[in-house]
Structures are given as structure tokens and as C-alpha cells.
């Protein structure tokens, strides 16, 4: 198991601390260690009542080209985050090298991937909430809910670019803004689940966001 780096006063507060670091509880940089595998920032706070909102100022980026994703997870518990496998078998969701845009729901340690009925398990869970839930804005401009894209825009993101993420709890709706603007749809979120904000970004070296919230528990 990869070892989660804790912080209780940053924005993010979980990630694997080989693939980046944390200056100033704000500035994180990766360290080039993952390679060009994806890695994940998250966090051990989870909200859903209220207005919340963050913002990532993306301040340098890797000469090659690359879709990262800053978000919101909606989860039903905490176990949810700790118990998922991902598609290489790693354990707990922060360790993940999957992509976000590739996210089609909880995998638990106990899950078969492999499952002949799962057609028929779809249908019988067709009315329930779902266990976790990812909605992210993808550095070309996409919004993706799991790994279904909801919008398609011209508005990508890159360097000198700043996201930030609006919740409203009262209003069951969270919208995305770039340098200030609104760039996304309202979409709408579950109060049954908790809400945790998300950066995606491969873990070559050159990655450098400034993350600060804006509004909410600090």
C-alpha cells in the first residue's frame, strides 16, 4: 500500500507523498516518481449541506500534452474511498492510476470483475443511489459525470488558468468557473452522498497547481 501524505490545513490533504509535494499547505508539485501514470489529490473532508467552493490556479504544466481533471467525488461512506480497487488491483481510492474520465462506479476488494450476471445486478440496483459518484472538468473542456462526458466545450484549461468549483447544498447544484467565468452547466448532486474535491494530473515532474478554498471549512 502506497503511503498517503496527511495535512489537515490543505485543500488536499491525501495523496501518495513519492508522486508530489505539499508546500505552504497550498502548492503542490509533482516529483516526476509515478512516471507518466495518473495520481490523485483528494481529501479527508467530506460535505454535503451548505455552500462550498475551491479554486486550482494552474501554475505550470509538463511540455507534452495532457488531459487532467479537477472535480467532486460523491461518496455514500468514507469506506467507499478506502475499500476501492482500482482496474490494477491497487487498493484505496488516492492510490488509483486510473483515469477519472474512465470512472464507472465502486469497485471494492470483495468485487468480481468479472461477473457473468451483471446485467442482471444492473437491473435489480436500477432505482438505488449509487454507492460513488465522480464529476469532473477536463483539461480540453469536457465534463464528464463517471466516465459519461455531459458537456462539450471550447473551453479548455492550461497553464495560467484558474478553476474553481461552486457548491450549493441548499440548491443541490455545483457549477464550474475558469478565471472567474462560468463555463459549465448547473449540475446537480445528491445531498445523500459526501462530496470531496479532486485534482487528476499525470505524476510526471513539472506539474505545479496553487489550491486554495474559498469558501467553507478551512
Known amino acids: 500500500m502506497a503511503e498517503i501524505k496527511e495535512n489537515e490545513d490543505a485543500l488536499f490533504n491525501q495523496y501518495n507523498k513519492q508522486y508530489a509535494r505539499l508546500i505552504n499547505s497550498k502548492q503542490i508539485m509533482t516529483t516526476g516518481k509515478a512516471g507518466c501514470k495518473w495520481i490523485l489529490f483528494g481529501t479527508s473532508k467530506g460535505m454535503n449541506n451548505g455552500q462550498y467552493s475551491f479554486k486550482i490556479k494552474c501554475n505550470t504544466l509538463p511540455d507534452h500534452s495532457v488531459s487532467n481533471s479537477i472535480g467532486m467525488i460523491g461518496c455514500s461512506t468514507f469506506d467507499k474511498i478506502t475499500n476501492y480497487v482500482d482496474s490494477a488491483g491497487i487498493e484505496g481510492f488516492w492510490n488509483s492510476h486510473d483515469a477519472l474520465i474512465d470512472f464507472d462506479g465502486f469497485r471494492g476488494k470483495d468485487e468480481d470483475k468479472e461477473d457473468d450476471d451483471?446485467?442482471?445486478?444492473?437491473?435489480?440496483?436500477?432505482d438505488a443511489e449509487p454507492e460513488m459518484v465522480t464529476i469532473c472538468y477536463v483539461g480540453d473542456g469536457t465534463f464528464y459525470k463517471n466516465d459519461q462526458p455531459i458537456d462539450k466545450t471550447?473551453?479548455?484549461?492550461?497553464?495560467?488558468?484558474?478553476?474553481?468549483?461552486?457548491?450549493?447544498?441548499?440548491?443541490?447544484s455545483l457549477v464550474f468557473l475558469k478565471n472567474g467565468k462560468a463555463v459549465s452547466k448547473t449540475i446537480g448532486v445528491s445531498r445523500s452522498l459526501m462530496?470531496?474535491?479532486?485534482?487528476?494530473?499525470c505524476g510526471c515532474k513539472g506539474h505545479h497547481y496553487t489550491c486554495t478554498v474559498v469558501q467553507g471549512d478551512e
Open 195 to 201: 462530496w470531496l474535491p479532486v485534482l487528476q494530473c
Open 118 to 126: 451483471e446485467d442482471e445486478e444492473e437491473e435489480e440496483d436500477e
Open 154 to 172: 471550447k473551453d479548455t484549461w492550461s497553464t495560467g488558468d484558474e478553476i474553481t468549483v461552486q457548491l450549493d447544498f441548499d440548491k443541490m
